[in-house]
Structure formats: C-alpha cells, structure tokens
C-alpha cells in the first residue's frame, strides 16, 4: 500500500515537472512563433491535457486500493506520463542545439540573429510523436469518466496572494 501511494506521489511529482518544462522559455520559443501555428496549438494541447489528468490523480490514488481498474489505469497513466517526459526532454535539447548553434554563428561583434521560433524547426518525426503522446494522454482523459475518477479540491493549484511592492 505504502508503494502505490509514493508512486501516486512520484507521478504527481512528474506533472508538475512536465508543467514547468512545457513553460520553459526554450520549448516556447521553438513552438511558438510571430503568428499562432500548429506547434503552438499542440503545446497548448498537451497541457491541457496533462491538467485535466492532474485533477483527477488525488481521487485515482485514493480508489486505487479499492478498484483493480483504476489502478491499471494508474500504471499505464504512469507509462504515458514517463513518454511525455522523454519527448519533453527530447524537445528542451532540440531548443538549446539551436540556441547554442545560433550563438556560434555569430561572432563576438555581430548581431546575433534570433533563434528560429517557427515549428518548421521541429522534424515532423518529433510533432509526430507529440502529437501521439496526445492522443494517448487523451484517451486517459476518456477513460477517466469511465472510470468515474472526478476532480478532487487539492493543494497543488493554491493561490497565492501577490506581493505588495510599495511601501506604505
């Protein structure tokens, strides 16, 4: 029991990694470019997708120990999740060749010319496999409401009050 819910904590864990890397300047700038484009479009897809997970995973890890399905369910989420992570970690790579490329480029008194922001940079093997780490982060989504898995109130999306920075 005591594994199931560390490995239910460790894919928590997980998301939250894969929420900061899909917010990484690096992975932005190589989908997003001056007007809105596929790229982007999936990028946005994509965490979409993986939210709508992460607020079911609370509820996931509590009728795990009671329903056989859901936590099959769980197991596989998991495999889909370490997937996303790998192309994640594919893709932040890809950014920095192209960033560390565009430096070397150019010389110590040029101009450095930007860093292509078009998703044409991105082979179409990689927005291939993006696009089907998608479609399976969207068939656990399905699968969620079959299983009946609802939103759980948590502490991960807590607001934080904003910092005053006049003095009073």
Same mark, same amino acid.
């Given at each position: ?19 900061d890397?899909l917010? %990484? ?43 056989? %399905? ?29 960033k ?5 480029? %150019? ?20 927005? %291939? ?40």
């Open positions: 029991m005591a594994e199931a819910l560390v490995g239910g904590a460790f894919l928590s864990a997980t998301l939250q990694v894969l929420f890397r917010a %990484s300047r690096g992975v932005l700038n190589l989908f997003r470019g001056p007007k809105p484009n596929d790229g982007d479009k999936l990028l946005r897809k994509l965490k979409l997708k993986l939210m709508e997970l992460d607020l079911v995973l609370d509820d996931a890890e509590k009728k795990q120990f009671t329903h056989q %399905s859901v936590k099959n369910w769980l197991e596989e989420l998991k495999d889909a999740v370490y997937h996303a992570e790998d192309l994640l970690d594919k893709i932040a790579t890809e950014a920095l060749r192209l560390v490329e565009s430096q070397c480029q %150019s010389g110590p008194n040029q101009v450095r010319a930007p860093i292509s922001t078009s998703c044409s940079v991105l082979d179409a093997e990689l927005v %291939s496999k993006i696009e089907k780490v998608v479609d399976r982060l969207d068939y656990f989504t399905k699968q969620k409401d079959v299983l009946g898995l609802k939103q759980v109130a948590s502490q991960k999306w807590s607001y934080r009050r904003p910092i005053n920075f006049c003095s009073g």
